[in-house]
């Protein structure tokens, strides 16, 4: 019998459901962004629990008619932001209520991780593979930087930050920036497309886009740094919408460039400070195919992405993790 997963993931901004096989292969992946109105910054938690309980039965249903119900033998479910006591967001329970009902409906046993395990599975674990004892983990989401020591163990990850920002995190300052420029919400796959294709006219190149004096230097200390500087100068430039498009996108290009610049410093700080050679970055920043591009010179080989797909938010990595646990004989629920 080919045993099925369910994984069901209801971040902030992304309901997402996926299925899994015995192997690890993906049988059904559906990830669909929140609706924020034009010129919002976010959703209140209250309004998210909403819409992802208004959205999950017709996505579900939708991969029912994919796959056999009666082949799921688990359901996995992120129920929190990040495995560490207090970690809570209302907006999880929408798939937690959801995954409660199936696997009473099914009876199966309900796997309950966190959000950010999830990230960490989808890249670790997708396609069969095994997860390494020990690596360097950066999340790198809409509210989210940080730098983690990585390791499986009987309950999915154990996460310990060791880097990141002090404030605000790489996604927020997007998201904040592209606003302030017009975009809708989120804003970074705008903002990286315009970065892209100036990059890419300039051969990559980061010199030939310098010069605008809007970015000031990111500077890391101890493997942590701060982004509110950043933040204050391209807020008071996207409030006086000075220069030209040319100009406009030669700022969002050397944007990119710093957000670049830091994560290769963090690795390489990181890197040496705790002598781990696996080296992986996920979330929907890491997604940026601009950041992909510029952290694919020689130098930094080891680091990985993964499908990039698979880098945003989505339920995939619990439906691994569920798998996991569940052939180790482990559970972390309480069926």
Known sequence: MNRLYLGIDTSNYRTSVAAVDSSGSILFSKAVLLDVDKGERGLRQSEAFFRHSNRLPDYISELFEGIDPSKIVAVGVSERPRRVEGSYMPCFMAGVNAASIIGSSLDVPVCGFSHQEGHAAAILESGGNTPPESSLFFHLSGGTTE???CRPDAKGYSMEIVGGTLDISIGQLLDRYGVAMGMPFPSGQYLDDTAYKTLDSAGFDTAAVSGTGVMP???IKDGYFNLSGAETRLMKYADSRGGDEKET???TAELFASIAGLLAGEVAYLRDKYDIKGIYMAGGVASSKTVRRLLSADEYTDIRFGDAGLSGDNAVG???????????GNSNSGK
């Open 147 to 149: 730098a983690l020591l």
């Open 217 to 219: 230097k990111l500077k």
């Open 249 to 251: 996108s030669r700022v």
């Open 318 to 328: 619990t439906a691994l993790l569920a798998k996991r646990i569940h052939e180790t």
